[in-house]
């Protein structure tokens, strides 16, 4: 017994020191091997490795550079809030891209579309005001969201400026059909020019996440629920975001060592972004219907952009975004 607590001990100070250097904080069998996305995320849904797997504690407050990807104007603060608050606090330079534009079809919290995009953005720069981060928006229509060539050279020149030692976005299999668009485009822009190597910490919003990754929130748990309440055109006028995502960071204290004590905790999934971009390309590509899950918008708007990246047309000949659509559903990439 005294040379298996040795040895787990071992391993456990291994990944510990490797956890500085990499986000390779475990083994574990190779999930990744499903390759229908819906089966995925119900899989990983049991915790059916949860015996296997013991995520460590990320470094967040020894980091240079965060660069938060948020599809909505709350999704950072819901997924990552706590981590970028101690993040913050340490001096850690952070800057927040927001991907959708904010738009409301019929907002109950403004006269009208354009205006709930003037009250999303006014409370995400509150937001990042509180974190003493940049700001940054593609302005993607949040009810048409058509992404083109010029949001994918404006994500692309924001990585290059910020340089970010880690992006945060949320994890590959994030239900949302929006959320999943985030990690499609990093794949489209890393393929119009190539993107610098960052590690990617997948964050959690509306599911359960394969996390090899923890940061303890406790502290700044109070701090966290005031941001989160700053959106109030969410809360008050959708759905208590506030109140569902610390009880999501309540449920993953589980991760923690055993303890009376109320805690909280924010997880992870993290990896060097070419592992990221080969996981989008194992989960994503085979069937766009079932990885957006049905969302016509998004379905037709991210198969233009990508078959315009990725076949692009010849000299001289023109197509039009019907023919697109219909080369797509006949080549299935």
Sequence with gaps: MRILRRLRALIQESLALRSERGPYRYLVRRW??????????RVLGTEFFSREMAPLALPVEKLRSILVIAPHQDDEVIGAGGALLLASAAGVKIDVLYVTDGAAKNPSYAASPSDSVRVRN??????????????????????????????LDRLSEIIETVKPQVVMAPW??????KHRMVNHLLWLADKLRRLPDFEVWGYQVHNTLFPNGYIDITDVADKKLEMLRYFKSQNQFGQ?????????????????????????VEVFFTLPLREVLRLVESFYFRDLWTTYRGDSRVIQGIRKIH????????????ESAMDLVDRWETDKL
């Design 32 to 41: 990744d091997d499903i390759s229908d996305i819906d089966l995925a995320v």
């Design 122 to 151: 006014e409370e995400a720069q509150e937001v990042c005001s509180r974190l003493g981060a940049g700001m940054h928006r593609l302005d993607i229509s949040n009810l048409t969201p058509e992404p083109d060539r010029s949001h």
């Design 307 to 318: 078959e315009a990246i990725t076949k692009p047309v010849q000299p001289g000949k023109r």
């Design 172 to 177: 590959i299999l994030d239900l949302p059909a």
């Design 240 to 264: 208590c975001y506030d109140h569902l995502a610390m009880g999501m960071a309540a449920w993953n204290a589980r991760f923690l060592d055993r303890s009376p004590e109320p805690r909280y």
